[in-house]
Structures are given as C-alpha cells and as structure tokens.
C-alpha cells in the first residue's frame, strides 16, 4: 500500500492508489477531497493512512502550485500552502499528488518533519527553499529529503515554449531537458530539477523513489494520463510523514 525510504527515520510512507474502497475512476486509495469522488469514501481512505502510521491526526493542505509553507501546531488548522513543518508528534503532515513530486523531509535528531508538494511551478518559483527554511526556523539543521513517486522523464513531454521559460532563465537549465520523438517537443526530468534545487538549499541527503507515475495506471493516480483519457476527473495519492 505504500512505499518507504531507507533514511527517513520517521514514520512516513509513499501511498499508492491500492488498499483503498473508493470505485471507478478514483479506484482505490483517492485522499484527495478536491476530486469529485464520494467524500464520506475519502474520508475513510484517509483513516485508512491515519492508521497505517499510527498517527493521532492527518493534515493536508489546499495546494495552489505556490511558494508558501505553513507552520502545523494543530491538526484543525486550515491551511493554504504547498507546503507544512511541524514540531508536533502525532501530526501526520500530507502531501497530494498525481504526476507533482511529493517530498518528505526530516531532522530526527531535531524533532521537526516537513512536506512540500512541488510541480514544475512550485519547484520553480521557490517552495523547496520554503520548506527548507520553515524547518529550519523551527530547529532544524541537517535535514534529509525524499522526492517521491512522480511523472518521470520518460512520460513528461512538454513543448518548445515550456523549455524556453526555463532556458532563459539560465542556460543551466538545459541539462533537464532532452530530446522527444516529437517534433516541436522535448521530455523534461522534474525529479532531477527537484533534486538540485534541494541540493542547492543545503539538504546533504536526497532519496528518489524510481515510480513513475504516468505509465503505472494501476499502481498511481495521474493528471496528466486522466487527461490524455478524456477522463472526467482524477484521484491524489498521498505522502505522508509523522513524528
């Protein structure tokens, strides 16, 4: 039902979309309350997480693909983020994805967690180096990060206007992109983007969980293969982590 890394030592899990009850299109582990699946069935899918890590309370936030991360001190905050630090034991912090990478970040020996949910727009305009800097304003110091699963190089095809966004920002920028068979495009690596971003934050220790979301439709949920089908709407997996 999830996936873990060897050096986070909290407990934490990568959830897939398996081990749930919700139907069709949301089949089975849907945790995101912004999709039109049943919400009394989320709900439960939730517990489902909750009780998985033994945690006393799981939190998520309403993601905007922005650079804001939230403080946790409660678990019936409501919060707008993309993305949550917390010093508080038996919170559960959560992340929602369907192609985005999920990170999961930890100083044990500090007690603080955190999570950060970053698309291409996130990563770009600065929400690693918010987590980073969230926990490190509430004691952390040598703090370990784990990018999850996520679309992968392989699946993410994006146009020749999406690489000159990034091009121009930086000709370093280049190495993330490759070439594509079609014409007018090239395949973009998020998972190295976001890797060196933290790098560059000062995180020493960096996992990657190698899923890929996209081709695995019976493992992960999906925005971007939901929309290639003509689907109506998509689930979220979620990423958890708890002290």
Not at 193 to 206: A, M, P, R
């Amino acid at each position: 039902m999830f996936l873990k890394s060897e050096i986070i030592k909290s407990k934490h899990g990568f959830f897939t979309r398996q081990g749930g009850g919700s139907k069709g299109i949301y089949e089975s582990l849907n945790c995101g309350a912004g999709s039109d699946d049943d919400a009394e069935m989320v709900k439960m899918n939730r517990d489902i997480v909750k009780n998985a890590l033994s945690a006393k309370s799981l939190i998520t936030a309403y993601q905007t693909h922005s650079d804001i991360c939230a403080v946790v001190n409660s678990p019936s905050q409501e919060i707008t983020a993309d993305a949550m630090v917390t010093k508080v034991p038996g919170i559960a912090l959560g992340v929602l994805t369907a192609d985005c990478v999920p990170i999961l970040l930890e100083d044990k020996k500090a007690g603080v967690i955190g999570v950060a949910h970053a698309g291409w727009k996130g990563a770009r305009f600065g929400i690693i180096g918010s987590v980073i800097r969230g926990m490190e304003n509430i004691g952390a110091v040598n703090i370990r990060a784990v990018i999850g699963p996520c679309i992968r190089k392989e699946s993410y095809e994006v146009s020749k206007s999406f690489f000159e966004v990034f091009a121009s920002e930086t000709p370093e920028n280049n190495k993330y992109f490759s070439s594509s068979d079609k014409e007018g495009h090239l395949m973009f690596d998020l998972v190295e983007y976001v890797g060196d971003k933290l790098s560059k934050h000062g995180v020493l220790k960096i996992d990657a969980i190698a899923e890929d979301t996209y081709s695995q439709a019976d493992k992960f949920y999906s925005y971007r293969r939901a929309t290639h089908n003509g689907d109506p709407d998509y689930g979220r997996q979620i990423s958890v982590i708890c002290l």
